[in-house]
């Protein structure tokens, strides 16, 4: 079975401080994908990173960085320097074999970000 | 920039009602998806249509039927529904397999 956990329920920044939303990731699969989803209060949920398991490389886009470690199981998302825009439920994804053509996608329960200017 | 869209935004009904949800997508994508997404909660996957070949949540009850017209439309059919239907309703596409999901804007279901 596959889980993910986002401890973190609800995070406060002051707009500029940098802020890092933790994702740990359970999986018996040798081969899987990891993810992360912006929330706004829109609804729609927004692709942000997609990362495979044999590939544990950071990743920087702008103000936006990711931490994978397979030896943890965690992959977290930092965001330098925020921004009102950025506040949103940010969920981390867990995807692992193809079954029926497709991957169902485990979700985590998601964490709140508020950027208080 | 998404390239799903779902009709209508918002939606209220009376749990007498007969209504559609609809997808559309427009990236070539063979596999589409339904989720629901009540509050503070994460989606739950309700269908999906991979390669025209439909899948089903056990556990979604049969007042939902969903239709995939092609692979570029997606119908998400309601009736008889109870209150605790209310929630976000959200399609997302993919290429199939391992391909990541993109989401549409998804429709604000209130059922009263």
């Known amino acids: 079975a596959q889980k993910v956990t986002q401890a973190q329920t609800e995070i406060s920044v002051v707009e500029k401080e940098d802020v890092t939303l933790d994702c740990v990731y359970e999986?018996?699969?040798?081969?899987?994908?990891l993810f992360w989803y912006k929330q706004p209060p829109s609804g729609e949920l927004v692709f942000l990173i997609r990362?495979?398991?044999?590939?544990?490389q950071n990743e920087i886009s702008g103000r936006y960085s990711w931490n994978f470690q397979k030896s943890t199981s965690s992959f977290n998302f930092t965001i330098t320097a925020s921004q009102v825009v950025d506040s949103a439920v940010y969920f981390c994804?867990?995807?692992?074999?193809?079954?029926?053509?497709?991957?169902?996608?485990?979700f985590g329960t998601g964490t709140k970000l508020q950027v208080i200017p | 920039d998404t390239e799903v869209t779902q009709t209508p935004k918002h939606l209220v009904m009376g749990m007498t009602n007969k209504k559609s949800l609809k997808c559309e997508q427009h990236?070539?994508?063979?596999?589409m998806y339904w989720y629901k997404q009540k509050a503070k909660k994460p989606p739950e996957l309700m269908f999906v249509?991979?390669?025209?070949?439909?899948?089903i949540n056990e556990s979604v009850p049969s007042r939902f039927s969903p239709e995939c017209p092609n692979s570029s439309l997606l119908n998400l059919h309601l009736h008889a529904l109870q209150p605790e239907d209310s929630a976000l309703y959200l399609c997302?596409?993919?290429?199939?397999?391992?391909?990541?999901?993109?989401f549409g804007p998804g429709t604000r279901l209130t059922v009263l």
């Open positions: 997302a596409s993919s290429q199939g397999g391992a391909d990541t999901q993109y």
């Open positions: 999986t018996r699969d040798t081969t899987y994908y």
């Open positions: 990362r495979n398991s044999f590939d544990e």
């Open positions: 994804a867990l995807s692992g074999g193809v079954s029926g053509g497709y991957q169902k996608v485990t």
């Open positions: 990236m070539g994508h063979r596999a």
């Open positions: 249509y991979s390669y025209e070949k439909l899948s």
